[in-house]
C-alpha cells in the first residue's frame, strides 16, 4: 500500500497540534517551490484543519488530495498533497486555543502515520516529519507522553533511539534526554553511551550529509573530571565507552571538556558533539541554530525528523510563523533517504 | 605601607609558575603603552626569573624596581615595575618545566600578596590579578589546593566568593565550582542561590562597567522542569531564591531554561547569566570569548581577576604566548577598582 507510481521517497508529515502553527507551517513548506517534487507528500491530519491552512498559506499553488482508504492500493498522487484523516473530523477548531479533542486528534494522526510506516513495504524509502505537539493536554488524555521521542520508541518497539539536532552550525546528540540532572551521572553507562555512539556512527551520513564524520564526545564533570579529582564517570563510564565505539568506528574523540569540544565544533574540528545530557548539548546548540534547528531521531527504521520549534500558540494563524525550519526538516529528512 | 604618592590605585600582580607563561604575559603586559599609568603596578614573584622576563620580553619599555622590605613605608614607584620578592631565591628556573622549588615559590608569592592586601590601608584602592597556577603541583605541597578561588576564600575567611567569567560577549557566573556534575543538585540551596545573585548584584557595575545589568538565572532541569515534571529543583530552590534576591536587586530573572537564557544573552537582553554549575556556564562562555575571557573573583574584600588560561608549559618562553587575556583582566581590574 501507499506504493508511489515512482520510486520517489515518501515523506509521512503528521500535522500536530491543529490549534498551533503546524498546520500553517505544513501549508507553507508544501507551498514552497524549493521542496516541489523532492518528494511524495502524505499529510496525516485532519481534512478540514488542512483544507483551511491551505487556502490560507498555501497560496494556491497545490492541491490536496484526501486518500480515502489506506489499507487500499491507493497510490499517493504525486503532484498534489496526500491527506490522510483517520477520523473523526474536528469539530471548531481554533487558532491558538488548544483543546482535549485537538489533542486527541494529534495523537491519533501521529498513530496511524506510525502505524501506515510500521507496516509499509520497506521497498519505498520514507521517512516522517512531525510537527509539534501540545505534550501537556496530550498527556492529559496519555499519560507519561512527554514527546515525540519517546513515544515512537515505544511505537516501534526500538531498543535504543537518539535524539540528533541538526543545525547549520552544530550537530549535537544528547546521550540522556528528558530526566533531572540529578538523575543524569546514574543513568549513564558503558553500553548507553557506546550504543549511541555507534548508532550516530552508523548513521552520521544521515546526519552530516557527508562522507566522513569527527565525533567527539563530552566529559561529563568540569574540565574533563582533572584526572578523577571531580568526579568518576570520564574514568568509569565515558573512556570505555569511547574506547568500544572506536572498534566500531574509529574517528571518535573523547572525552573531552564540555567548554572546549564546543568551541572545537564551532571551529570546524569537531562535526557531531555526542553530550551526556539534555542542556550540554541544547545549551550551546541554541545559542548558534536557534532559529534553523532540526530535531532528527535515529533508530525506529526510518528517520523522523521536525522542525525545532514549539506549537507556538500565541502566533498561530496570524501568517507570522516562519516555515524555515519545517522546511529544513523536510529536506533533511529526504537527504537522510538518500543517504540510508 | 605601600602607599602611592598619589591616589593611583595599586594592581597587585603575582607570577604565578615560573616555568609557565605568566612571567612572560606579565612582562609583555607591562610593556603595553595601553596600560602604562593605568595604576601602580606591584608584581609578587622571583625577582631573577621576573628579571628574565622583563629583558626577554619587556622590549626595555620599563624598569624593574625591588621593593626590599615591605614592611617600611616603602613607597611603590609609578614610573617602574615593582617587584616584591619573599624569597628565597628560585635556582635554576626553565620554561617548560615545572617544579616543586617552582610551585613552592608559587604559593609563596600568592601568599604574600594576600598578607600585604590584607593588612594594608583601606585607602589606597587595589586589586589582585593572578597569573596562571600549576595546580597539581601546589596540590602536592598544598594539599586540598584546587585552585585560587578557593585558597583565597580560606585565606581571606570569606564566608562566599563568587566567580565570575567576563568575556566581550558574555559574562557568566557558575553557582557551584569544581565538583562533580553528580553532586550539583544537591549542592544547591536558596541560600547559596540568593547569596550568590546579591553578591553579583552588588558588584554589576564591576562585572558590567554599566549601571545597570539585567541578571537573568539559569534553570537546573531540562525545559526548566516543565513545572516540576522533569525535576522539582526550579520550583524548590531556584525560583525562591530569585524571589528573595529580587527583594535586594529588582532586575533579576529566572529560572529560564539553559537553552535559551544563554541565546537571550547573545542577543544582549541580559547582561549577566547566573548558571548553576561550571559547564553550564563555561561551555556557552567558552563558545564565544575562548580567548578573551577574565576570570574575577568577587567576595574577598577587593577584586580579583585572572587571565581565563592556564600555565600553557608548551609554549612558555617561547615568545608564542599572547598577553592579550593577562591585559584584559589588568584593565578589568582597574575599572572594578573605580566602579567599587
Redesign the interface.
Known sequence: MLISPTNKPQIFITMGDPSGIGPEVIAKSMASPALKGLAVFIVFGDMDVMARAAETFGRGSFRLRKLENTESQADPDEEAVNIIDPGPPLANSRYGQPTRGGAEKTLSCLDAAVDIMRRSSAETPKALVTAPVNKEKIAEIHPGF?GHTEHLQKAYGSALVTMVLVGETLRVVPVT??????E???ALSVDLIADTLEQVASNRRMITGGEDAKIAVAA????C??GG?????EIDVIAPAVERARKFYENIEGPV????V??KA?QKKVDIVVSM????G???????D?DNGVNMTLGLGHVRTSPDHGTAFDIAGKDQASSSSMEQAIRLAVRAISTA
Chains 1, 2 share one sequence.
Do not use: C, W
Request: no cysteine; charged share 20%; proline share 8%.
Open positions: 512527554v534526554r528528558h530526566i533531572p540532572l540529578r543524569v551521572a546514574s561529563l564533570n568540569p574540565h573530571g582533572e579529582k571531580i568526579g568518576t564517570e571538556s564540555a567548554d572546549v564546543f568551541y564551532l545530557y539534555h542542556d550540554q541544547l545549551s550551546p546548540f541554541k545559542m548558534v536557534f
